[in-house]
């Protein structure tokens, strides 16, 4: 788990490193996978990217929590190549006997959990905005209820947007 948990955490380093450039003051960052827990995208809002992206406060609302719909959606995804090259050496999760797929999937969703983990130690979701002001997190698409439970373990009770999340996005 070590190897695929550095290697997503560099990743993940480099995207931010290259998107907080930009001097935007970020909410939402998150680490996104889908039900088989393939290679990872990194999807972000900021205000100043909702502000040009929302026409109406209706149209901020929807917007406000949809990775898919951020422009930074996939930001720099190359950066997951080595990540991707772990996960296929792993073999095809979808190949798996019920009882392998499910620790493999706790494997992979566990190694994402653990690199934001370390990036937020090191303090690199406050680079251009308090921490309490961003919420981070580790999503499986479709959405589902451990994206609540990855989020209670990121974030600490007093993080505002944090707040914000459960009361308007949460599973």
């Not at 088989?36 to 929807?62: F, I, K, Q």
């Not at 792993?90 to 994402?112: Q, S």
């Not at 983990?117 to 981070?136: K, T």
Request: with cysteine; charged share 30%; proline share 3%.
């Amino acid at each position: 788990m070590e190897a695929l948990t550095q290697a997503i955490y560099q990743a993940v380093r480099e995207v931010l490193t290259d998107l907080f450039q930009n001097g935007e003051h970020y909410y939402y960052i998150t680490l996104v996978s889908d039900g088989g827990a393939n290679t990872p995208c990194v999807s972000a809002w900021s205000y100043e990217a909702l502000d040009r992206a929302a026409g109406d406060d209706a149209e901020r609302e929807d917007l406000k929590w949809s990775y898919a719909d951020s422009p930074y959606c996939c930001w720099k995804q190359e950066a997951f190549e080595p990540v991707q090259t772990l996960l296929l050496s792993r073999g095809n999760i979808w190949d798996m006997e019920e009882e392998d797929f499910e620790r493999e999937y706790e494997l992979r969703y566990g190694a994402m959990e653990e690199a934001m983990r370390r990036l937020d130690r090191e303090g690199v979701f406050s680079a251009n905005q308090l921490r309490e002001n961003v919420v981070v997190l580790v999503e499986v698409m479709s959405p589902d209820y451990t994206n609540t439970q990855r989020a209670h373990r990121l974030n600490s009770p007093d993080c505002k947007m944090f707040l914000a999340w459960l009361e308007e996005a949460a599973e």
